[in-house]
């Protein structure tokens, strides 16, 4: 894996958040402001209701006081007998958690409908002939990496897209809670803004940290998948024993526990927010406490201010960790986002990109899970054939008979190229029949829709070939990115 600059991880970190954002924004204007109003009334009203019992409270215990924030905010609610004002209040704290309710079921049918159009914008342009080159933008196959975006990458987009969606009214939150705490006491916010660039930076380091932790895991997928999957088929098929100390030995190197231990610590990374939110507002109570008692030194201490204040401070706070919570979530689903604005981000444009030339009959073998034309059309994008060639599937050789087809190829005025996809079959087929197919075919090609990467062998070196790469799609659980 390598390094990328910092200035550069920033920069694609910038690029890619603004792009899903506003490819989300454009298809779901209307679903997007209908949520933004929801919050809005959710947050207004939930701030009358709490201050309307605290100040109410307040009022009837101290009636006498006519002055300060009580009277000029909700001088006209304490008018009211106590019956009229509380259920104001109430009805106010329920039309909060209704509204509230009414967002969140609004920001799953907006997601849900915006992860429909991903995904068929996705599948059209892989199947567009114009953008045939696309595959060969990514490591994985074709299919492979196709489905690992429709399965994976569109409903993380999915994810990501309805938390930055509701970090919008949070930051708008923050932002007036932070007006109001300058206001009511400018000297106690300054004392807390040492502490403030604390977070900042440990933020920083937490979104580094799930970014990093997301690429390994990504990056480690493949390759675990495929030991896993090999060493669980060795036991199965009892040709290796659990006792022994080559099945310790190859379970530690299919990376299994690895790939289990960073699912892990992807998911403390938001745990690591909500720890460091709970940080930040118990150190800033204690500072407010010790500035009033140590510092300030009044006898007269102005509690109604004091109230306004904390409250202030913990909407502060809250709207901070669903800021935080947002950008550490888009640090963990960065790898399968990326994936799927590479595709999205494919031009259109005619691939004049050098071809490997195959002469004469080849064997290809294909990792994928199954051949047909799609998988025809990449060998096609990566690689040069004679006009009159034909392509044949080595399952279709074996049912028609393969004596019969190798023994009438010498005679074909034509290029003949075998695919499949199954080595140990592919193996077997040579070793069984290597009389009639040698005479006509020379080398045996791992195909790879990165041309440099691909291999041609000898059908001896073929033998000694180990695959290190699954032929089975890569499924892995959706609710370990979650």
């Known amino acids: 894996m390598q390094s990328t600059p910092l200035k550069q991880q920033m920069l694609n970190y910038t690029v890619l958040f603004k792009q899903l954002f506003v490819d989300y924004y454009q298809h779901q204007k209307k679903l997007f ?28 215990q101290n009636p006498t006081q006519v002055g300060g924030l009580k009277h000029l905010l909700f001088a006209w609610v304490f008018k009211m007998p106590l019956w009229q004002w509380l259920i104001l209040a109430s009805i106010a704290g329920m039309a909060s958690a209704w509204t509230l309710y009414l967002s969140v079921k609004m920001g799953v049918t907006s997601v849900l409908a915006y992860q429909k159009n991903l995904s068929q914008r996705c599948l059209k342009l892989a199947s567009d002939d114009q953008y045939s080159h696309w595959s060969k933008e990514f490591e994985q196959t074709p299919r492979q990496v196709l489905l690992r975006i429709l399965r994976q990458g ?18 708008v939150t923050f932002i007036m809670a932070f007006i109001v705490l300058l206001y009511l006491d400018a000297k106690l916010l300054l004392l807390l803004l040492p502490f403030s660039l604390f977070y900042i930076i440990a933020l920083y380091y937490i979104n580094r940290y799930a970014a990093r932790v997301s690429t390994e895991m990504a990056d480690t997928l493949p390759l675990s998948s495929s030991r896993f999957g090999k060493l669980v088929g060795s036991v199965l098929n009892k040709n290796l024993s659990m006792d022994s100390s080559e099945f310790k030995q190859q379970f530690d190197d299919s990376l299994y526990m690895r790939q289990a231990e960073l699912k892990y610590k992807r998911r403390l990374a938001e745990i690591h927010v909500n720890w460091l939110n709970t940080l930040f507002l118990v150190i800033g109570i204690a500072i407010i406490i010790i500035y009033i008692v140590y510092i300030q030194a009044s006898n007269n201490i102005d509690w109604q ?55 004469g009959n080849v064997i290809i073998l294909i990792s994928s899970n199954c051949i047909d034309s799609f998988e025809v059309q990449q060998l096609k994008n990566s690689l040069q054939f004679r006009s009159n060639v034909s392509i044949n599937l080595l399952q279709n050789i074996r049912e028609q008979g393969i004596i019969a087809f190798f023994n009438q190829l010498p005679s074909q005025d034509m290029q003949n190229i075998i695919i499949d996809n199954n080595i140990e079959r592919l193996k077997r087929t040579i070793n069984t029949h290597k009389d009639k197919i040698s005479p006509v075919i020379k080398k045996v090609i791992i195909f790879s ?25 890569i499924e892995d659980d959706i609710d370990a990115f979650i």
Not at 37 to 60: A, D, E, N, P, R
Not at 154 to 171: K, N, P
Not at 324 to 337: D, G, Q, Y
Request: aromatic share 10%; with cysteine; net charge negative.
């Open 449 to 473: 829709s990165n041309v440099s990467e691909m291999k041609q062998l000898n059908l001896d070196e073929f033998q000694q070939y180990d695959q290190q790469t699954t032929c089975l799609d």
């Open 305 to 359: 201010s004091l109230l306004f204040f904390l409250i202030a401070l913990k909407y502060a706070a809250s709207s901070l960790q669903q800021i935080s919570a947002t950008t550490v979530a888009f640090s963990r689903f960065l790898p399968e986002t990326q994936l799927v604005y590479r595709l999205l981000n494919v031009v259109n444009n005619p691939d004049d990109s050098e071809k490997l030339l195959i002469e």
């Open 154 to 171: 569109v409903q993380l987009c999915g994810l990501v897209s309805r938390r930055i969606t509701r970090a919008f009214v949070s930051l």
């Open 33 to 60: 402001w209908l949520i933004q109003l929801l919050m809005v009334i959710s947050t207004l009203t939930g701030i009358f209701w709490i201050l309307s019992i605290i100040l109410g409270i307040s009022h009837y």
